[in-house]
């Protein structure tokens, strides 16, 4: 099979006509769920102080919260890729609202780290399915569907400090439980959701079983895949371990250094998220247009300079540096995971939970080690580490270009 053929076969996997009823629901499920999520990291400092904690144990809680919702994620991929289980969402976000309202509650160290477990589980359910569906109502614009998929995430990410900033830390940590609202209102929209993506899966499974959906990329070969896949996550190494020094100490950063309230940093913090979030909007159709490669290429390695210079510089200027990093440093995740889908297009499933998994996963382990950093030396020294390590993007120039294979 040619290379034209293939990408026509590739594009064939989906319905002709993109669903934005669909699309917009996931993503607004999406933002929901990451919302909710968000509210963990927004409240370490409120952990930190009730229960004495150190920065080490705070790594601790980000990184059981994040492996919760990433070593889960491919199992559950590579299973609903045989066996579909688009009710599942629903389900899943069950869990996450007995997380909220157990972390409210909570008066012990294994307390909170069971709830943040149980949130961290709900993700797991949540992002391969839900990634999966919004590949099936693109209509063939995969980009810009994962683009608008992803943006509710980031979208939610940003409003959850903020929320944390009006409501937790205005009023106490067992505001946390109020939030279940948002949990239940998730749960309503996935189960139609999960009604509408059932005939759809059901039928991706039939054609992958008949062959007509091939597991591989038809203009390469099985090495050139493993190794592209790869790349790729060793990219989203560089990516979420940078990411996961800002979302996890970016307030700690700006307390210590600064001297700002625990309020106006969750302000800052919502500032950098926001800016994540357009950058995630316009890098999936971006790569629809020139290229995941060369959008990929640009948003790992391009961000390297300014990483470089935002240990140095006056709040005024950190402030302006991390909306730069978040914008184009967050374009790189829907090029990323588009271009891991159509490498192996008969494991989307499999595939989606892997790279989101390793995202979270790269994010928790980052955490920890940051943590243990931190407590050796200072948040100072962390930032100035973690400056180098968008250079690993020069590791890109290997990808190959789909579009002329």
Not at 193 to 215: C, F, I, N, Q, S
């Amino acid at each position: 099979m040619n290379s034209l053929s293939g990408q026509k076969t590739i594009g064939k996997q989906v319905q002709e006509a993109t669903v934005y009823s669909v699309l917009i629901s996931i993503s607004f499920s999406h933002l929901l769920n990451d919302m909710l999520q968000s509210l963990i990291p927004s409240i370490y400092p409120l952990l930190k102080d009730s229960f004495s904690l150190s920065f080490a144990q705070v790594g601790l809680i980000q990184l059981t919260f994040q492996l919760t919702a990433s070593i889960l994620q491919p199992l559950v991929g590579a299973y609903t890729d045989k066996h579909p289980q688009p009710l599942s969402l629903a389900i899943g976000m069950g869990f996450t609202l007995a997380g909220l309202i157990f972390i409210s509650f909570a008066n012990s160290f294994g307390a909170i780290l069971l709830s943040v477990a149980l949130i961290g589980s709900g993700s797991s359910v949540f992002h391969p399915e839900s990634s999966k569906i919004a590949f099936l109502a693109s209509g063939g614009r995969r980009g810009m569907a994962q683009s608008l998929f992803q943006v509710g995430g980031n979208a939610g990410t940003a409003i959850g400090p903020l929320l944390a900033a009006l409501v937790i830390v205005k009023y106490g940590r067992n505001y946390t439980a109020s939030f279940g609202i948002a949990a239940l209102l998730a749960m309503v929209i996935l189960f139609y959701v999960g009604r509408w993506a059932r005939p759809r899966l059901l039928e991706l499974k039939r054609k992958k079983t008949k062959g007509d959906v091939m597991d591989y990329h038809p203009g390469l070969s099985k090495r050139d895949v493993h190794l592209s896949v790869a790349i790729l996550l060793v990219l989203i190494f560089s990516k979420f371990f940078y990411l996961s020094s800002i979302s996890s100490y970016y307030t700690f950063f700006l307390i210590d250094k600064f001297g700002v309230s625990i309020k106006t940093s969750q302000i800052f913090l919502f500032i950098y998220l926001a800016s994540a979030a357009l950058g995630t909007y316009f890098g999936g159709p971006l790569g629809d247009k020139f290229g995941r490669k060369y959008v990929i290429w640009f948003s790992i390695l391009g961000v390297a300079p300014f990483t470089l210079i935002l240990p140095y510089v006056s709040l005024f200027w950190t402030a302006v540096l991390s909306v730069i990093i978040g914008f184009i440093l967050s374009s790189a995740f829907p090029a990323i995971l588009v271009y891991a889908q159509e490498l192996m297009p008969g494991k989307i499933g499999m595939i989606s939970g892997l790279f989101f998994g390793l995202a979270f996963g790269m994010g928790g382990l980052g955490s920890a080690l940051l943590g243990l950093l931190a407590d050796a030396t200072s948040i100072d020294f962390v930032y100035h580490v973690c400056a180098f390590l968008p250079l690993i993007g020069l590791v890109t120039w290997k990808l190959p270009d789909l579009r002329k294979v």
